[in-house]
């Protein structure tokens, strides 16, 4: 193994030490931690300064863990829900963990009597350990054979785009963006979102680096840009195709890269000869000129690096917007210099054995798996799914209330009577307001577990550094007991955490060869297998069917998609539905905010503080015409819900734009709603993911009426 770190010296003074721990949160960072303990108390936490990603810093919200981990509202006993459901205070009483398992064994023994897929595990990212998200849960929901949740509240339409061209979640090592000369931020925003890449970032524009971002909304990290683009949303595609077109057109190609490995670049450049600059401005909203320089810009060296994230494809074209982007490198041979190609995230580069973490084979019949739910259509489930219905939820790491599209269906879904609700939380979350029993769960500092960094080639160790609080337990723990209760027997139902970890990485004599998993326990981090100098695709050799840069995909065509990225306008827009648009004229859009992370950290106290209200940015012409000035207290509406925000007038939207940084609780909100009030559960164009972005709706002064 290269770049195995020295250990860090444990400063020792009287009963303390310091414990190596991962940032568990859904972030491409995943950084390495040190967490000081004395007297059996977590008293610091730090990044750690010798894990090449953290550098020793840890973001706004981490930096506030301890506050997360001793924070007075956290749930620490099982509980059972006395009153009726949905929101508010003081309605549950303790129980013990004994009656809590056995309420729920009793519960899935009967349901899954008659069919086990009446009952329907809900998890996304509140930790992306390998033990307590990958693992031990999913272990047990195959042995139940309880319906699959169809994971795409995040990223599934971007990978499905962008594997489709490049073949796998592999792309530029954040490192080697420090090195590049021109960067583009293509719908991301790393300042808020992903810090250490902007570490690097700024790295390189010390060292004379341009770059440029291509964002609808002026983020913290667009202010900074050389260059900013406010195009339309969800027009990514298309300006993509522009650029194609005057690459092209332009000579600015390089063919001996494109000739030996690329597949398609004739269809390509015919599709692309129809996006003349002048028709891609009409479809992005920006000026011919501008896409002219960008493709020169782009064109000029190949030290080129792209930083896309999920944000752009969270539209109905989303996944061909990101397929049609993921082309741009290999057009100018930028992939033969590791500061030069794209990055979307950097997940396939790990070899993990997720087979044996989640436990597959124990599908009662593995050739018949259970049915999926798509998890961003959980209100659609919940209240129309037949054959069975579902009857039972077990959400964890996951707030669905807060999170999920169109959540006004959803909260009549959970409502149903008949439902029987389990959520194992560490706060009593707005999904809590609608379980019949909530869980205790342990944080980070409380359990052991190994991470891969998804936007990073590391692994991270997490020891814990204190013991449960409370009657708080892991994941892990949880389900082990669980499925005892349940009388299963299988022995890799009751592996410890450090057992189902020491299986992540183990894929035989030549895949991880050289990874070590007691040596990762004891320095903290590992670097994968390869090179300083990372060029993944320096000489072609893609993962894809043809082990080349699939311009055109027989593959994608044989699932039913296109031979080639399509430019597809956002569903609720002028283009996609002209009647809708009339009536909801304004596209809103719901970048996390810098502060939180998902609907994680929107209840703890100092950060809520500095952040403030929760407010929508929306240009002054908009305003205008709709007698809002600063400040007033405005509601955002469609047909799907409303929700009540405080009003920025700005023109770091573009005009026709409204910004609403998320997620809120809902109950910690004035009117008790969120964005998700308004968003779709309509699916993107390959992948099945989530539209969140592609929402119309329309603002109006709150007059303190229920619904304009
Ligand atoms: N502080 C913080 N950090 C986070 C998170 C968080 O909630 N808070 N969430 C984490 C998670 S789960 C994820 S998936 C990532 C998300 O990371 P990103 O997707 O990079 O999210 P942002 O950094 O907000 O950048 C999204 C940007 O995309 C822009 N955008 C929206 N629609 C379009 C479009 O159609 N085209 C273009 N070009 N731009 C568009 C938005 O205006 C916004 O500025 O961040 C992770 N990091
Ligand atoms: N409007 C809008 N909605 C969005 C997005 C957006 O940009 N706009 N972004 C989407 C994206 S990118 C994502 S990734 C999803 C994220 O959606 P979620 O994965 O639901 O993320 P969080 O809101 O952070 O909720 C995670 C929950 O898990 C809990 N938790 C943390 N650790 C543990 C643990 O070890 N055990 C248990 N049992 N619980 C734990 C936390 O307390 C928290 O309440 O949200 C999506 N929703
Ligand atoms: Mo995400």
């Known amino acids: 193994m290269k770049h195995v770190p020295t250990a860090v010296p444990v400063p020792i003074s009287s009963g303390e030490h310091v414990v190596r721990s991962a940032c568990p949160h859904d972030c491409p960072d995943t950084c390495a931690m040190l967490v000081t303990v004395k007297d059996g108390v977590a008293t610091k936490v730090r990044g750690d300064p010798t894990h090449p990603t953290t550098q020793g810093t840890l973001c706004t919200k981490v930096s506030r863990y301890l506050e997360r981990t001793y924070h007075p509202e956290r749930l620490l006993y099982p509980m059972r829900r006395i009153g009726p459901k949905g929101p508010g205070q003081g309605r549950w009483e303790r129980i013990s963990w004994d009656e809590a398992l056995d309420t729920i064994a009793t519960r899935f023994k009967a349901i899954a009597a008659v069919d086990p897929q009446g009952i329907l595990p809900y998890s996304y990212s509140g930790t992306l350990g390998l033990v307590h998200n ?184 989303g996944a061909n917007a990101v397929r049609a982007i993921a082309c741009l490198p290999a057009l100018i041979g930028a992939w033969r210099e590791a500061a030069g190609g794209i990055l979307l995230d950097q997940a396939g580069a790990h070899a993990i054995d997720f087979a044996a973490l989640d436990g597959r084979h124990l599908l009662p019949d593995p050739a018949r798996p259970p049915r999926s739910v798509n998890m961003a259509q959980i209100g659609r489930a919940l209240t129309t799914l ?19 599209p169109d959540n006004a269906l959803l909260r009549r879904g959970l409502s149903r009577p008949d439902l029987f609700t389990v959520v194992h ?86 895949v991880n ?28 050799g893609f993962p894809t069917p043809s082990g080349k840069c699939e311009f055109a995909s027989e593959s994608v065509l044989r699932q039913g998609g296109t031979l080639l990225p399509e430019f597809i306008p956002p569903r609720e827009s002028e283009l996609g539905d002209p009647e809708l648009a009339r009536r909801y004229p304004l596209m809103l859009l719901t970048p996390p905010a810098r502060h939180f992370l998902n609907s994680s950290f929107s209840s703890i106290d100092s950060l809520v503080r500095e952040v403030g209200e929760p407010w929508v940015e929306i240009h002054p012409d908009d305003a205008t015409a709709r007698s809002i000035t600063a400040g007033d207290r405005v509601r955002v509406y469609n047909d799907r819900g409303a929700f009540t925000v405080d009003a920025r007038v700005t023109d770091k939207v573009r005009r026709g734009v409204l910004v609403a940084p998320s997620i809120w609780w809902l109950k910690k909100s004035s009117d008790g709603e969120n964005s998700n009030a308004v968003t779709s559960d309509a699916l993107t164009d390959l992948g099945r993911g989530a539209t969140y972005y592609d929402t119309a709706v329309e603002v109006a002064c709150f007059d303190g009426m229920s619904r304009p």
């Open 425 to 510: 939380e560490i706060f009593l979350t707005d999904t809590c307001d609608y379980a019949d029993i909530v869980l205790p769960a342990t944080t980070q500092l409380e359990q052991f577990d190994i991470h891969r960094g998804y936007g990073t080639l590391y692994a991270v160790v997490n020891h814990p550094a204190i013991a449960p609080i409370g009657e708080a337990c892991s994941n892990a723990e949880l389900f082990r007991r669980l499925a005892a209760r349940m009388g299963y027997d299988d022995a890799c139902l009751q592996e410890s955490d450090e057992d189902v970890a020491r299986q992540a990485h183990d894929l035989g004599a030549t």
């Open 134 to 317: 990958f693992g031990m849960p999913r272990r047990f929901f195959h042995k139940l054979g309880a319906s699959q949740p169809e994971r795409v509240l995040c990223s599934t339409a971007g990978r499905a785009g962008y594997n489709a061209v490049i073949g796998a979640q592999i792309g530029t090592d954040i490192a080697h963006f420090a090195d590049a000369k021109l960067i583009v931020l293509w719908g991301t925003n790393p300042i808020a979102s992903s810090v250490h890449l902007w570490m690097r970032i700024a790295e390189a524009r010390r060292k004379g680096a341009q770059v440029i971002a291509i964002d609808p909304y002026r983020s913290l990290s667009a202010e900074k840009a050389d260059w900013h683009l406010a195009l339309k949303p969800g027009t990514d595609g298309a300006l993509a195709y522009g650029v194609m077109h005057v690459l092209i057109r332009d000579g600015l190609v390089d063919r001996d890269y494109v000739d030996r490995h690329t597949l398609g670049y004739a269809p390509l450049a015919a599709r692309a000869a129809e996006f003349t600059p002048e028709i891609v401005a009409g479809i992005t909203g920006l000026a011919a000129a501008d896409i002219e320089r960008l493709a020169r810009t782009y064109g000029a060296d190949r030290a080129t690096a792209i930083r896309m994230n999920f944000g752009l494809q969270r539209h109905a074209g």
């Open 386 to 404: 037949d054959d069975p219905p579902i009857q039972a939820l077990f959400v964890y790491i996951s707030n669905p209330v807060a999170v999920a």
């Open 513 to 540: 060869a050289s990874f070590d998993f007691d040596a990762l326990k004891r320095t903290g981090w590992q670097r994968l297998d390869v090179a300083e100098r990372y060029a993944p695709f320096a000489d072609g």
